[in-house]
């Protein structure tokens, strides 16, 4: 069970700019509704099957995030589906970062143009063991740490996302049917930043002081022949 | 198997700007490479599962495309993966329309945010039958039509893609992973336009002058929360 929600997904949605400090920090406007990206099912990286790969000429940013499985089908849910109600539809949680080639999504926001290619990289979406509801009673009350060769790079609890996760379902399954399985990431907290090929990374999720999950893995230089330029 | 190919496709991959004529008629500029973006599972529209749904406030335009899934993993070809190579590949191919959420997409242009919302919601993936590989012996062989009440609203041929198959499969198995399959969508012909509730929508695909698959669907207004508005 605790990788099978990985092959249960059938889609990965990721919530943008949820954490305020992380807006000011990119140089972002706040949005006045959830906005959400698709990522591929091909970017997910298992635990223990590290390295992740950067590609050249990318400048990768590590963004650390709570992520839930939905356990039914969610659909039009109305504009005041409570934190009750939501609670009630996770299956599940999982620490995951959504790794972030910035200079090709700073290019494809500059000409209007997709993330997919940004966000979709292969190994660009490591997850942790699956972590049963009870493991996390409150999932505004966890702590989501990142360390880069052994320093610490992104530190907050999950009490700070703007849009609570009732907020983010109801949202989504007004354009989009939510199936069971589904996989959704909540949005990163400020203190994003370069991953380089040697890196060695580290990310916890913290219930009161007690680590819940980890994920740890290397970085090496994605082999092959792509290479990041702009044009 | 005419509907399998549908349930096999782990991811679905649409190009974007590959016939001249439709990247001019919305003023856009012509890709140095294909770019790409995904369409969740859940826009997916069977044949004969209408209707259409259309969002409040959301002018919806039909993309009509000719699609393609994969027999094999492919990852990492190299520039120079040849024409008869990539048919190898081609497990076989759909008729496909890409519905999109014009003013969506507009204003995720103008923000720099990403295209999912605009492409992604219920219904907005209208796919035929499975068309075997035999039935279309050259990709680029191949006439797209599309009718809204009866009058054509695109009707070209398949050999006026800029970035063709194995152009298309070398640049995105670079980035990622592309998986026995997957669903690929090759970009719309000129003629793109508005689908309103209450229109009838036909499209075809034909070699030869003769009808290989076709797609057949009303358009209704999409029910629940769900009304677009610029903020
Ligand atoms: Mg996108
Ligand atoms: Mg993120
Ligand atoms: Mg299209």
């Known amino acids: 069970m605790s990788l099978k929600y990985i092959d249960?997904?059938?889609k990965i949605l990721c919530i943008g700019r949820n954490y305020a400090a992380h807006i000011k920090e990119l140089n972002n406007t706040a949005p006045a509704q959830p906005f959400f990206f698709l990522k591929p099912s091909s970017s997910i990286l298992k635990p223990n099957d590290g390295p992740f790969l950067v590609p050249k000429g990318v400048v990768v940013h590590h963004e650390v995030e709570l992520a839930f499985t939905l356990n039914r089908t969610l659909k039009d849910l109305?504009?005041?589906f409570s934190a009750e109600e939501a609670l009630e539809c996770i299956e599940?949680?999982?620490l995951s970062i959504d790794m972030t080639a910035r200079n090709v999504q700073d290019e494809a926001k500059k000409k209007g143009l997709p993330w997919s290619i940004g966000k979709g990289f292969d190994t660009f979406l490591p997850l942790s063991n699956f972590i049963p509801r009870e493991k996390i009673p409150d999932p505004y009350n966890a702590e989501?740490?990142?360390?880069i060769n052994g320093e610490v790079k992104q530190q907050d609890k999950t009490d700070l996302m703007i849009f609570p996760i009732h907020k983010i379902l109801s949202h989504m399954s007004a354009i989009m049917t939510l199936e069971k399985g589904d996989l959704?990431?909540?949005g990163t907290p400020k203190g994003v930043g370069p991953i380089v090929p040697g890196d060695k990374i580290e990310a916890y999720i913290k219930v009161d002081g007690e680590i819940v999950e980890e994920i740890k893995f290397d970085a090496e230089q994605k082999p092959g022949p792509y290479e990041y330029k702009e044009i």
């Open 78 to 80: 109305s504009p005041d």
């Open 184 to 186: 959704i990431l909540t």
């Open 144 to 147: 989501l740490v990142l360390k």
């Open 92 to 94: 599940g949680y999982a």
């Open 8 to 10: 249960n997904a059938r």
